[in-house]
């Protein structure tokens, strides 16, 4: 009788090989997105810090939903930005 314990280990070892670097793959896209939306909420936080213009800090408030904060505008844009810094 021909022993096949060999052939399975490899076959299920490059299994595993390709399910790893497919779930590795998808974990670094997520990661991208990730950094991606911080870059982007960051230069947002500099353009609004950088400016004193009303309505862009209202469109930032709309943006990211910071309508329930009980501060004043800036004050809440900046509380908002300090982790962006």
Request: charged share 30%; with cysteine; aromatic share 12%.
């Amino acid at each position: 009788m021909r022993d096949n314990f060999r052939p399975n280990v490899r076959l299920t070892t490059n299994i595993l090989m390709v399910i790893g670097t497919f779930l590795i793959a998808f974990n670094l896209g997520l990661l991208n997105k990730n950094e991606k939306d911080f870059y982007r909420i960051k230069a947002d936080c500099a353009k609004v810090i950088g400016n004193s213009n009303i309505d862009l800090y209202r469109l930032f408030i709309e943006k990211y939903e910071l309508k329930d904060i009980k501060l004043r505008i800036d004050i809440a844009i900046e509380n908002f930005c300090d982790f962006y810094k």
